[in-house]
C-alpha cells in the first residue's frame, strides 16, 4: 500500500469540532479530508498516544467491509515540527449547502419533549424514531441498529447522539442519513503492547473484553448497555432484525485481510485485532443469531 504524506497538501479554513484529537481540512485528489491526529492516551498513561486513528482506519474499513455505508478513511503520515505523525484522513461527505446535523439536533428538535437530545437512554432514543417527521421512521430504527451491531463487533464505547446523524440540503429542506463516521473509540485505541499480549496469552483478560467491556454509549434503565448481554437477551425486536441482517453479511477472511494489509500497526496489533474481532463474532453475535434461527 502506498504511504501518503499529507504535509505539503492545500489545507482549507474548515474547522472540526469534537474531543478526540485534532483536526484540519486538506485537499487530497481534488477533494476535502479531516485529517486527524492522534490523541494522548488519557486513561493509559504509559501511552503517549492512543492507537484512534488505527481504530478510525479499521473500523470504517469493516462497516464498508459489511456493506453499511461509511466515511472513506485512509492512513498516512503528517510532519509535525519535524517528528513524523501517523494520521488518518476521514472523506467529507459534506458539500456546499449539504450540511451535516447530528441524531442530538433532531431529539432537539421534540418540541413537546423534555428529552435533552444528548440524552442516550434506549427508550428516548426509540421514541424519537417514531415522533420525528424529518425522516422515514423505518430508515432511521433500521440505521440505529445496523450500527449498535456492527459496533457491537469492533467494540465501539462512543456511538452517542453527537456521531452520527442526516444529510441536511438547505436548498429542498430535506435530510437523508450521513454515511457512518468517528469511530475512533474501537477495537480498543489505549491497548498497549503489554494490554495485547495480555489479552492474548490470558482467557480471563480476553473474556472480560468480550462480555464487560466495551459497553456501548446507549443507556437501558440508567446503566450503560454490555453488548453481550442486551443482544443475547434477544428482548428487542429491531436488534434482532439487525442482528439477522448484519451477521450474514459479515465476511471474516475479508475483515483479516484488511487487518494485514493495514500500514504502520505492527504484527502484535495485527494479531490482537484479528483474535479480538473473532471472538466478539463468535462469542456475542454468533451465539444471539443461533439463539434465533435455532
Not at 443482544?231 to 485481510?257: D, E, K, T
Request: proline share 4%.
Amino acid at each position: 500500500m502506498q504511504i501518503i504524506d499529507f504535509t505539503y497538501l492545500p489545507r482549507r479554513n474548515k474547522m472540526y469540532a469534537g474531543a478526540n484529537g485534532n483536526k484540519i481540512c486538506v485537499i487530497y485528489e481534488g477533494k476535502p479530508y479531516m485529517l486527524k491526529f492522534p490523541p494522548r492516551a488519557r486513561q493509559n498513561h504509559d501511552m503517549s498516544y492512543s492507537n484512534s486513528c488505527f481504530s478510525e482506519y479499521l473500523g470504517c474499513k469493516i462497516y464498508e467491509s459489511i456493506g453499511v455505508p461509511v466515511q472513506k478513511t485512509i492512513l498516512g503520515k503528517y510532519m509535525v515540527k519535524g517528528k513524523e505523525k501517523i494520521v488518518v484522513a476521514c472523506g467529507d461527505f459534506t458539500s456546499p449547502g449539504i450540511t451535516l446535523q447530528d441524531f442530538a439536533s433532531l431529539k432537539n428538535q421534540m418540541i413537546d419533549s423534555e428529552r435533552n437530545g444528548y440524552g442516550t437512554e434506549l427508550l428516548d432514543i426509540v421514541q424519537t424514531f417514531e415522533e420525528q417527521t424529518a425522516i422515514d421512521s423505518r430508515i432511521l430504527t433500521e440505521r440505529f441498529w445496523d450500527m449498535f451491531i456492527v459496533d457491537a463487533l469492533i467494540g465501539n464505547w462512543d456511538r452517542h447522539n453527537g456521531n452520527w446523524g442526516f444529510l441536511y440540503n438547505a436548498e429542498t429542506d430535506s435530510m437523508e442519513l450521513a454515511p457512518v463516521y468517528d469511530c475512533g473509540s474501537c477495537l480498543y485505541p489505549q491497548a498497549d503492547e503489554m494490554i495485547m499480549n495480555s489479552v492474548l496469552t490470558n482467557a480471563d483478560e480476553m473474556l472480560y473484553r468480550i462480555y464487560e467491556i466495551p459497553t456501548s454509549a446507549i443507556m437501558f434503565n440508567g446503566k450503560k448497555i454490555k453488548y453481550y448481554d442486551f443482544i443475547s437477551s434477544l428482548q428487542n425486536q429491531n436488534c434482532c432484525l439487525a442482528l439477522q441482517r448484519i451477521v450474514p453479511r459479515i465476511n471474516m477472511p475479508q475483515i483479516i485481510q484488511i487487518i494485514e494489509n493495514t500500514p504502520f500497526i505492527s504484527n502484535l496489533q495485527k494479531k490482537f485485532y484479528t483474535t479480538v474481532l473473532m471472538k466478539r463474532k463468535e462469542l456475542i453475535l454468533d451465539c444471539a443469531l443461533k439463539k434465533i434461527t435455532g
